[in-house]
């Protein structure tokens, strides 16, 4: 099936052009990425798929602004990333795009409410404020009563869930998600994602843009498209 319309646009939240990440190896130049044009609405829940290789994590951290490209653009909220200054992606990254990993990545000392209120202590949000949005998207993954847990007293699916509130907690018009379901078991897994795509299309008055880079075809059962890359290019879209 080709590219659907729900993802076209250039007032998509995620849109690329042209974009391509070359890369210098021993062997010679490496092109991880070849000219991709892709667009997220909205609401909308794309799957990136593909073989080891297939440039899947390379346009996550390009679309992340973690990686800069060799040409092309990408756009995140309508921001052409090549302008930005390095402190001007770093506000991106900690205000614009909430990031979900397979490792949760939390704050062994710090508890569940803690992890999730971190961006806004970082953003010097009153702690009233943070304390308050926190304690909200706890309850909004179903961790109200696990909120003083510490990580380690939490499940791996209890852990992920904190880690997607803390991508919310900024209220981002774009999520990125690099194997979510990878360190749980298959059933926790699309749960887990499930809640995720959940939140994205409903949570206040923002409709976010999900994309998740995964191996699990379980995971792209529930997307709204699945895109599919081979040696960085589209491989065709389903959904």
Same mark, same amino acid.
């Given at each position: 099936? /080709?590219?659907?319309?729900?993802?076209?646009?250039a007032g998509a939240p995620v849109r690329?052009?042209?974009?391509?990440? /070359?890369?210098?190896? !021993?062997?010679?130049?490496?092109?991880?990425?070849?000219?991709?044009?892709?667009?997220?609405?909205?609401? /909308?829940?794309?799957?990136? *798929?593909?073989?080891?290789?297939?440039?899947?994590?390379?346009?996550?951290? @390009?679309?992340?602004?973690?990686?800069?490209?060799?040409?092309?653009?990408?756009?995140?909220?309508?921001?052409?990333?090549?302008? @930005?200054?390095?402190? $001007?992606?770093?506000?991106?990254?900690?205000?614009?795009?909430?990031?979900?990993?397979?490792?949760?990545?939390?704050?062994?000392?710090? !508890?569940? *409410? $803690?992890?999730?209120?971190?961006?806004?202590?970082?953003?010097?949000?009153?702690?009233? $404020?943070? *304390? &308050?949005?926190?304690?909200?998207?706890?309850?909004?993954?179903?961790?109200?009563?696990?909120? &003083?847990?510490?990580?380690?007293?939490?499940?791996?699916?209890?852990?992920?869930?904190?880690?997607?509130?803390?991508?919310?907690?900024?209220?981002?018009?774009?999520?990125?998600?690099?194997?979510?379901?990878?360190?749980?078991?298959?059933?926790?897994?699309?749960?887990?994602?499930?809640? *995720?795509? /959940?939140?994205?299309?409903?949570?206040?008055?923002?409709?976010?843009?999900?994309?998740?880079?995964?191996?699990?075809?379980?995971?792209?059962?529930?997307a709204d498209r699945v895109v599919r890359?081979? &040696?960085?290019?589209?491989?065709?879209? $389903?959904?």
């Amino acid at each position: 099936m /080709e590219e659907s319309e729900a993802g076209a646009g250039a007032g998509a939240p995620v849109r690329t052009e042209g974009l391509t990440r /070359e890369f210098e190896t !021993s062997e010679g130049p490496f092109r991880a990425l070849n000219g991709l044009d892709l667009a997220v609405a909205a609401g /909308e829940f794309v799957v990136v *798929m593909g073989p080891s290789g297939s440039g899947k994590t390379t346009l996550l951290n @390009l679309l992340g602004a973690l990686d800069t490209p060799t040409a092309g653009e990408a756009w995140i909220g309508g921001v052409a990333l090549s302008g @930005l200054t390095e402190r $001007e992606r770093t506000s991106l990254r900690r205000t614009g795009v909430g990031f979900v990993f397979q490792q949760f990545n939390l704050v062994p000392h710090l !508890s569940a *409410m $803690e992890n999730v209120a971190l961006p806004l202590v970082i953003d010097n949000r009153p702690r009233d $404020e943070r *304390m &308050d949005r926190a304690r909200d998207l706890l309850g909004r993954v179903d961790l109200g009563a696990r909120a &003083d847990a510490l990580p380690a007293t939490l499940s791996g699916g209890e852990q992920q869930r904190v880690a997607i509130a803390r991508a919310l907690v900024h209220e981002p018009a774009v999520v990125l998600a690099d194997e979510p379901t990878g360190n749980l078991d298959s059933a926790t897994g699309l749960d887990v994602v499930a809640l *995720m795509a /959940e939140l994205g299309r409903g949570d206040s008055d923002v409709e976010r843009a999900l994309v998740v880079v995964t191996h699990d075809e379980g995971v792209g059962a529930l997307a709204d498209r699945v895109v599919r890359l081979r &040696d960085g290019r589209l491989d065709g879209a $389903e959904g």
